[in-house]
């Protein structure tokens, strides 16, 4: 079967993601607007960071967000949603776009 890095139908391209190394270039990330703070967790003062594994796709955007290390008190949800509007510059091998999983750590802390 071709590899089809569009990510368009899920079940096929779950074959085509590259993880970094052999070659590939880590995508790098362009656009990441702040994570906001849940109410629940300002309230109860709650801080740390959650950690989510993404796909970036051919055109810099993240899919299949996945919880690695989740947080409580709404944090995680509030991490899914700011990384979901990420934009990257995607990961390249031998000068073609592919798509690329990575982790993304997104920090809560009060200061």
Known sequence: MAC???LEDPVS????INHLGNGITAPIVLNFPAAQFSDEARRAKYQGDCILSLVVDTRGMPKNIRVVKPLGYGLTE????????YRFK???KDGTLVPVRVDVEVAFHLY
């Open 4 to 6: 089809d890095s569009s």
């Open 13 to 16: 391209a779950v074959s085509c």
């Open 78 to 85: 509030k991490a899914i949603e700011v990384v979901s509007q």
């Open 90 to 92: 995607p990961a390249m």
